[in-house]
């Protein structure tokens, strides 16, 4: 599940080839049970120590609730049971603030940027005690950021929200990040900047990604989890599971609601990265 | 019009007790979403805490800089019950709400019996300045200095919180988690801390509505929270949970209209207005005057 050939690393580390394939998070058995309902059955997977692991599914299959069990935000009504491990330390049932200052990033699905509050103030938020925050690195990433620290975060549009919500992660330093669809209803243009900006993240810190657009996934992410009925029902090279147009339609549905090509191989081929089903 | 002022200012009296026991109920709902109903245990402790200290705390009295002295005892006694209610009993219970509700509704009960079982169920007079039971003309109305000083002190808490709120560090992680609790915690920081410090902030806040409520009804008995957080909850609800300016707001509506109409129309209708009002306001605009933002 996580040895394999790595034809194309981005960031070429003077780690030993054994140290590199040593994945940086172990999820094991992972199963949810919230409020009775049983939405992951038994999930492994792992997430490689480089690049982007991408995390695919239908709509509704458990890729959130994966994200969410992994950073400790399971509703109390919520039961998980498994094994997370990142390196020799476990991180299941230890609260959700030690686990971020620990060094796992979390940008949310729908970005939670706290409406009410400045951009600067939302920035401030993550600042730590003990650490210098990196807002150089944030503010040469998101240059607007720096622009509009005294505007509402509630009134800046969807892209530069989620601008904010990955740029207040990247103001400490992270060992993981787990990014949850973050060009989700966001205009062709902007998902194109969110990409650039994530694959110039993913050269310094592993990222496990949550992504609906394939066009996305294609640019980004080396290795692919896919989530199919609570289980993981493929694992292996993100483009060779995109190259197989019958494998993605069955697993992910593609070809009909969540990505209106005439085909999928069509829309796979096609160099733009933006989103079939934005207006 | 002498009549008009002196109901507009006893009425705003009225509206700084509700508000000083309201700020703190609204913002320990925002937060951490715990309906407190032994907020008013925290006035009761600090009502009796002023009068115990001012007859038996050394250097402390019934007047002058011993008064200051009582008080600020009595509002210190409320603050530890406050934070230590957290700590023990309302902190093991986060998110089980019915579990929260009981605790705290036997936790209020039990409270109003040990303070009837210590001092008597009888009301005590209070121990208070000369100054406090005088009246000051304003505009040809004789109001009464005590209603005055409450107004004061309820407008000085309100500029302190809204100041802590939006200079401080821990300011800023309320604000954050009256929004979005979970996220804040996603970005590393302990929000139970910031639990703690609402409740010591809405503790200090409702023992000095106590303190300054025995000053200006003369006489302290164990019942005053309870009757006190009935109005306190209903302002809360008018003005938003989790709104201080709401409840700040809120508080005087409902202090102005119980004085008015319990003047001009029958005694007893301007309770049943404030829960008209109350029903009006949640059909209207279910979420209050202020909706759910620490700070507008
Ligand atoms: N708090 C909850 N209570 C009950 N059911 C929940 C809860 N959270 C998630 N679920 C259910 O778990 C399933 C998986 O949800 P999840 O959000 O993880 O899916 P997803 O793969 O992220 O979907 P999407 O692609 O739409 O974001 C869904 O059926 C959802 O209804
Ligand atoms: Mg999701």
Same mark, same amino acid.
């Given at each position: 599940m996580s040895a394999r050939s790595e034809p194309g690393l981005r960031a070429p580390q003077s780690r030993t080839e054994e140290a590199q394939l040593e994945p940086i998070l172990n999820v094991e058995d992972l199963s949810v049970r919230i409020s009775?309902?049983?939405?992951?059955?038994?999930?492994?997977f792992t997430v490689a120590p480089t690049g982007v692991t991408v995390l695919l599914g239908r709509n509704g299959v458990g890729k959130t609730t994966t994200l969410r069990a992994i950073v400790g935000l399971t509703p109390p009504a919520g039961e998980v049971r498994g094994a997370i491990r990142m390196g020799a330390r476990s991180l299941l049932a230890r609260p959700t603030h030690r686990l971020v200052r620990g060094g796992l990033g979390y940008v949310p699905e729908d970005r939670c940027v706290f409406a009410g509050l400045t951009v600067a103030e939302n920035l401030r938020l993550a600042e730590r005690r003990g650490t210098t925050p990196a807002y150089d690195r944030v503010f040469a990433l998101f240059p607007e950021l720096d622009r509009r620290g005294r505007q509402r975060a509630g009134s800046l549009s969807g892209g530069q929200q989620q601008m904010l919500a990955i740029g207040r992660v990247l103001l400490n330093d992270n060992r993981l990040l787990l990014v949850d669809e973050p060009t989700k209803g966001l205009a062709p243009k902007v998902v194109t900047e969110v990409a650039e900006v994530l694959e110039r993240v993913a050269e310094s810190v592993p990222v496990l990604l949550v992504e609906q657009n394939l066009a996305v996934v294609r640019r980004l992410a080396r290795d692919a989890v896919v989530l199919a009925a609570g289980r993981v029902a493929w694992t292996g090279d993100a483009r060779e599971l995109l190259l197989e147009t019958g494998l993605t339609k069955s697993l992910l549905g593609v070809g009909s609601a969540e990505v209106r090509a005439p085909s999928a191989r069509s829309e796979l081929a096609s160099p733009a990265v933006a989103r079939k089903d934005q207006p | 019009m002498g009549t008009v002022i002196l109901l507009t200012l006893t009425g705003l009296g009225l509206a700084a007790l509700y508000f000083l026991v309201a700020s703190g109920l609204s913002l320990v709902f925002g937060l951490a979403d715990v309906l407190n109903f032994a907020h008013g245990l925290f006035l009761g402790v600090g009502a009796y805490g002023t009068w115990w200290a001012a007859g038996n705390l050394p250097g402390a009295g019934s007047d002058g800089f011993g008064f200051v002295l009582a008080v600020a005892f009595g509002v210190a006694a409320g603050t530890l019950v406050a934070i230590l209610v957290e700590l023990v009993l309302i902190r093991p219970l986060y998110s089980?709400?019915?579990?929260? /509700?009981?605790?705290?509704?036997?936790?209020?009960?039990? *409270?109003?019996?040990?303070?009837?079982?210590?001092? *008597?169920? =009888?009301? @005590?007079?209070?121990?208070?300045?000369?100054?406090? @039971?005088?009246?000051? *003309? &304003?505009?040809?109305?004789?109001?009464?200095?005590?209603?005055?000083?409450? &107004?004061?002190?309820?407008?000085? /808490?309100l500029g302190?919180?809204?100041?802590?709120?939006?200079?401080? @560090?821990? *300011?800023?992680?309320? @604000?954050?988690?009256?929004?979005?609790?979970?996220? /804040?915690?996603?970005?590393?920081? =302990?929000?139970?801390?910031?639990?703690?410090?609402?409740?010591?902030i809405g503790g200090a806040a409702a023992a000095l509505a106590g303190a300054l409520g025995g000053v200006y009804f003369g006489t302290v008995s164990p019942g005053q929270g309870g009757s006190l957080l009935i109005f306190a909850f209903i302002v809360v609800v008018i003005g938003g949970m989790g709104s201080v300016v709401g409840s700040a707001y809120a508080a005087v509506v409902v202090g102005l209209v119980q004085q008015f109409v319990n003047y001009y129309g029958t005694s007893g209708l301007g309770d049943i207005c404030v829960v008209g009002l109350l029903a009006v306001v949640l059909l209207l605009r279910p979420q209050g005057i202020a909706g759910k933002v620490a700070t507008a």
């Open positions: 009775g309902l049983h939405i992951l059955q038994g999930v492994s | 089980r709400t019915i579990e929260q /509700v009981l605790v705290t509704v036997g936790l209020s009960l039990a *409270g109003v019996a040990l303070l009837q079982a210590t001092w *008597g169920a =009888d009301a @005590r007079p209070f121990p208070r300045p000369d100054w406090t @039971r005088q009246v000051t *003309g &304003i505009l040809g109305a004789q109001v009464p200095n005590g209603g005055l000083l409450l &107004i004061l002190a309820a407008a000085l /808490v302190a919180i809204l100041a802590f709120l939006r200079w401080t @560090r821990y *300011g800023l992680v309320i @604000r954050a988690g009256v929004e979005n609790r979970e996220m /804040v915690t996603a970005l590393g920081i =302990d929000v139970r801390k910031a639990f703690t410090l609402v409740f010591a």
